[in-house]
C-alpha cells in the first residue's frame, strides 16, 4: 500500500550537499512539512539554512532520499520546473537591475507563469498594493534602498502564488514596522493560499510570535523540530548560539527571549 501523502505537505529526507568538496549537509531529514504552515528555520551563521532552502529550490547540486510535494516527485525536477512549485527568495538581492519595480515583476510573472501583460499586470499591482508599495510601482531597482529592495522582492516571490515560499532572512533590511507587516500578511497569505512558507529568521521573538513550526539546524544538521514554544529554550540556545538566555511571559501571556550575555567558551 502507498503511504498516504496530505494534499500539498512537502517530503525531503537524506538531503546531501557538497560544494567544493566541503560536504555542507549530510542526509539530512526534514520532518513532514504541510501546507497552510509557516515553518521558521534557525540557525547561526554558516550552520546551512540557505543552503538547505537552495538544495530545495534546485539551486544547488543536491541528493535527496525523498522529495516529493503531495503526490508530485519534484527530485527528478530541475530549478526552472521546480520553480512552478516553489519560489526562492534568496537573502541578497541583485543591485544592479535597471528596470522599474513594476517592469521587473511583470518580466519575471510572464517568464515564470508565462501570462500575457494584460493578465500579470493586476497580479503585480496587487502584490505591491499589498506589501505597502504601489508608491514603488514606477520607481528603478537599482535606485531603492535596501528595505525597498527587500520587500520588492517579496511582491515578486508572492506575485508568482507558488505552494511553497522560501524565504532567506526577508526581514534583515526592513524596519520594525515592516517587519511586522511582512509576518502579518505572509502569515493571513499563508492560511488563505494554503501555502508552506519556510522562512529563515534571526529574530526568535518574531519566529514566536508568528510561526507555527521551528526547525533548529546546527553544523549542517537539525537539532531539534516542533512548536517555536517547546523547541526555543535557554538550552537550545546555548547549544545553537553560545548564548545565556531566559524565555520570559511577557504582559500578554506570550513567551519572550531575553539574551543575558555569552556563555564562557
Ligand atoms: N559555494 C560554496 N563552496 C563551499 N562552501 C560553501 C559554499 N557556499 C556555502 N558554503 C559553506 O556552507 C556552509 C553553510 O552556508 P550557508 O550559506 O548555507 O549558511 P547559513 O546558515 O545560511 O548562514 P548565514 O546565517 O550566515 O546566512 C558555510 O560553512 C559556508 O561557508
Ligand atoms: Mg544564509
Known sequence: MTPHIANGELRALEITVRLNGRLILDALNLPPLGAGQMVALL???????????????GL???????????????????????????????????????????????VALRAG?????????PIVKTALAELGISDLANRYLD???G???????????LSHEPQV???DEPLASLDLNHQHHVMQLLGRLTQERRLLTLIVLHDLNSVLQYCGQ???????ALLASGAPAKVITAESLAAMFGVRARIETCSLGRPYV????????
Do not use: C, W
Open 165 to 167: 515560499l522560501l524565504l
Open 147 to 157: 528595505g525597498q529592495k527587500q520587500l520588492v522582492g517579496l511582491a515578486q516571490a
Open 60 to 106: 544547488v547540486p543536491a541528493s535527496f532520499g525523498a522529495l516529493s510535494l503531495g503526490a508530485s516527485d519534484l527530485a527528478p525536477l530541475r530549478a526552472s520546473a521546480r520553480a512552478g512549485h516553489i519560489r526562492y527568495l534568496p537573502q541578497s538581492l541583485p543591485g544592479d537591475i535597471h528596470l522599474t519595480v513594476t517592469e521587473s515583476l511583470l
Open 214 to 220: 521551528a526547525l533548529l539546524m546546527r553544523d549542517g
Open 143 to 145: 535606485e531603492l534602498s
Open 113 to 121: 507563469r508565462a501570462l500575457n501583460t494584460q493578465h500579470a499586470f
Open 43 to 57: 540557525g547561526p551563521n554558516g550552520s546551512g539554512k540557505s543552503t538547505l532552502l537552495k538544495s530545495l529550490a
Open 258 to 265: 531575553l539574551v543575558d550575555g555569552l556563555l564562557p567558551i
